[in-house]
């Protein structure tokens, strides 16, 4: 069964700073994966995901990420932190049928 | 289009009680699931379907039961509430599995006391 792991419950940036969360992945097939966002009493939203087309992903609000096989991993940036990007973000992975989500990490983003 | 809507938003039950939580989507998608979400645990699927009449066991699936009775309805039945039940629920739907996002309604709060 594919899993992931999101290092760091938590990350605090400055507003302007350089935004970095990290998701490791494990999947036996070749994975789809996803970055989504969850704003306080919502329910989540896609940010982006990586469907084995270009390994650099450009999703909504500035982030991206890049798939990088060799170190099964799949990290989100912004170049820039806002005050609205302060939410809580989950990484998955996906096959056919099953969606396996990290904990999640908190982001805030400091004035 | 409303997405996926959830029913109720907040839920108070007493230990042994019943209910029945109900998931509503109108993207005409096929698959649609049940995950529950606890501090530091992110999202757990608890059961899903990938079309009418259908339903599978995800990760997390005792003491809970779900049918599937028509396409744009997913239900997700508590027979005997226990307070380790208490999280929030959240309902999602997606054309397919695999590459296809999914789409999250806003959650119900259930607290089992």
């Known amino acids: 069964a594919q899993s992931v792991t999101q290092l760091g419950s938590h990350v605090s940036v400055s507003e302007g700073a350089l935004v970095l969360l990290r998701c490791n992945y494990s999947s036996s097939v070749p994975p789809y994966l996803f970055w989504y966002v969850q704003y306080p009493n919502q329910g989540l939203q896609l940010l982006l995901k990586y469907t084995s087309a270009a390994t650099l992903v450009k999703g909504i609000n500035g982030f991206e990420a890049e798939f990088k096989k060799s170190e099964t991993s799949f990290h989100l940036t912004k170049p820039s932190a806002h005050m609205s990007d302060a939410a809580e973000y989950f990484c998955?992975?996906?096959?056919?049928?099953?969606?396996?989500f990290g904990a999640g990490t908190r982001l805030t983003v400091k004035p | 289009n409303a997405g996926v809507t959830q029913t109720p938003k907040f839920r108070v039950l007493k230990t042994g009680q019943s209910m029945t939580l109900l998931c509503a989507q109108d993207?005409?998608?096929?698959?649609m699931y049940w995950y529950r979400q606890d501090p530091g645990m992110g999202l757990r699927l608890i059961h899903y379907?990938?079309?009418?009449?259908?339903?599978a066991k995800g990760e997390v699936p005792d003491g809970y039961n779900v049918s599937r009775l028509k396409k744009q309805n997913f239900l997700l039945g508590l027979e005997s509430a226990a307070p380790s039940q208490t999280s929030v629920y959240f309902c999602a739907s997606s054309p397919r599995g695999g590459p296809y996002e999914q789409y999250f309604g806003p959650g119900t709060r259930l607290t089992v006391t």
């Open positions: 998955a992975v996906s096959t056919l049928n099953d969606m396996r």
């Open positions: 993207m005409n998608h096929e698959y």
């Open positions: 379907s990938v079309g009418e009449g259908t339903t």
